[in-house]
Nanobody
Framework: VQLQASGGGLVQAGGSLRLSCSVP????????VSWFRQAPGHERERIAR???????DYAESVKGRFTISRDNAQKMVSLQMNSLKPEDTAVYFC?????????WGQGTQVTVSS
């Protein structure tokens, strides 16, 4: 299984970006999907998660600014990021647990300039 993340880029503080993750598995609708990020010198942290019932969970650092959503027909999960801050600069990864193993997308760079 290969997850494909896209949508990163360079944006000014206060701007917005939308990340997408393609999850090409047959039982996608039954899977929770998470977004993680990793900044230089920091550990990878989970910032958002959506489960099969569309329940969502966010890290405090992004709550109120980021929104995770899913499209089961397209087998895609998106992360809408608003009011971006320089501290949001990181590589962003999507993640699922598949056959009891963590599966990661390739990562997409988000850079927020001040």
């Amino acid at each position: 299984v290969q997850l494909q993340a896209s949508g990163g880029g360079l944006v000014q503080a206060g701007g917005s970006l939308r990340l997408s993750c393609s999850v090409p598995i047959d039982n996608f609708r039954y899977k929770a999907v998470s977004w993680f990020r990793q900044a230089p010198g920091h550990e990878r942290e989970r910032i958002a998660r959506i489960d099969q019932n569309r329940n969502t969970d966010y890290a405090e650092s992004v709550k109120g600014r980021f929104t995770i959503s899913r499209d089961n027909a397209q087998k895609m999960v998106s992360l809408q990021m608003n009011s971006l801050k320089p501290e949001d600069t990181a590589v962003y990864f999507c993640n699922i647990v598949y056959n009891w193993k963590d599966v990661w997308g390739q990562g997409t760079q988000v850079t927020v300039s001040s």
